[in-house]
């Protein structure tokens, strides 16, 4: 059976469940690049959804990311609803930050991933431990309307792909294609947005 015809056998198998995360999570993305606070609402129950998704599929790390999803978008709603969201002001992390991040970030998801990967049945402990801590990370950024948040979600969503296909969620891994595609216009979008600020 072909890459693309095995593909589509795994979508065609996909739960409601699944379906309905991954809907939810897409709006999430498109809202949150126009700035958007409803993106908050749809970023709870999709990341509600995949709280049990990566669970059942022994994402332990993922379950954990996505409980803090579920966190982050409550964060994010009261955050943003101080003020419409349009008119928050977006910010740029200077080289200093962004070097401290990630490095910060990358040895908890190495300390993560080593214990998971000894201590559990984790699947690809290590890869599910650079998503999810540098997830963690990007969220904050988007709370704090942080422009750059936008080109970590681009190698997060690259990598992602290869870690949803390995469970066999197809239509997870196709929607990490498209959150790829997304985070590019997204980051196109808060940079001319920042700009226009500027003047």
Not at 41 to 50: M, P
Not at 168 to 180: E, R, S
Request: hydrophobic residues 55%; glycine residues 4%; charged residues 15%.
């Amino acid at each position: 059976m072909s890459f693309f015809a095995t593909v589509w056998e795994g979508i065609k198998a996909t739960s409601i469940v699944e379906w309905l995360a991954v809907a939810s999570s897409i709006l999430y993305v498109i809202l949150a690049a126009k700035r958007s606070i409803l993106c908050w609402f749809f970023a709870f129950i999709g990341s509600a959804l995949f709280v049990y998704l990566c669970f059942i599929g022994e994402l332990y790390i993922e379950s954990i990311l996505q409980l803090f999803y579920v966190a982050m978008a409550v964060v994010g709603w009261v955050t943003w609803n101080h003020a419409k969201a349009e008119e928050v002001v977006l910010k740029k992390w200077d080289g200093k930050k962004h070097v401290i991040n990630i490095l910060a970030s990358g040895f908890v998801a190495v300390v993560l991933g080593y214990l998971f990967d000894n201590y559990t049945n984790q699947a690809n402990p290590y890869i599910d431990a650079f998503t999810t801590v540098y997830s963690l990370a990007a969220t904050f950024m988007v709370t704090q309307k942080i422009v750059e948040n936008w080109l970590y979600w681009i190698i997060i969503d690259l990598v992602s792909i290869y870690l949803y296909a390995q469970r066999d969620y197809n239509l997870t891994a196709i929607q990490y294609v498209l959150f790829t595609v997304l985070a590019i216009f997204g980051f196109v979008a808060w940079q001319k947005a920042y700009k226009k600020q500027l003047q």
